[in-house]
């Protein structure tokens, strides 16, 4: 089992910048692609930004020049580094890691973008 808990949700203005954690626990010695998603609504939840252990990085087209994805090894954390928010990014943001190929999510952090 992986556990995963983010921090760093919070409510921002829109232009500002927001910095997301994701801490893992657990059995994480097989843990590969780390992730960001978000779900807003009732939409479906995205992919935002993933990234290897070797720190190869993707986004979705849409989110490449506004989110940052890092991630540090040691301390098994993986990162999001949001900036120009806008009232579209409101949504809750959520980590995923690739365990062996078993995925795990976080409960997610909330993110409020005011216009």
């Known amino acids: 089992q992986v556990q995963l808990v983010e921090s760093g949700g919070g409510s921002v203005q829109a232009g500002g910048s927001l910095g997301l954690s994701c801490v893992a626990s657990?059995?994480?010695?097989?843990?590969?692609?780390m992730a960001w998603y978000r779900q807003a609504g009732g939409n479906q939840r995205e992919l935002v930004a993933t990234?290897?252990?070797?720190?190869?990085?993707t986004y979705a087209h849409s989110m490449k020049d506004q989110f940052t994805i890092s991630r540090d090894n040691t301390r098994n954390m993986v990162f999001l580094q949001m900036n120009s928010l806008q009232p579209e990014d409101t949504a809750v943001y959520y980590c995923?890691?690739?365990?062996?190929?078993?995925?795990?999510w976080g409960e997610g952090t909330l993110v409020t973008v005011s216009s």
């Open positions: 995923n890691a690739d365990n062996g190929g078993v995925r795990y």
């Open positions: 657990g059995n994480i010695f097989s843990i590969d692609t």
């Open positions: 990234i290897t252990t070797s720190g190869m990085t």
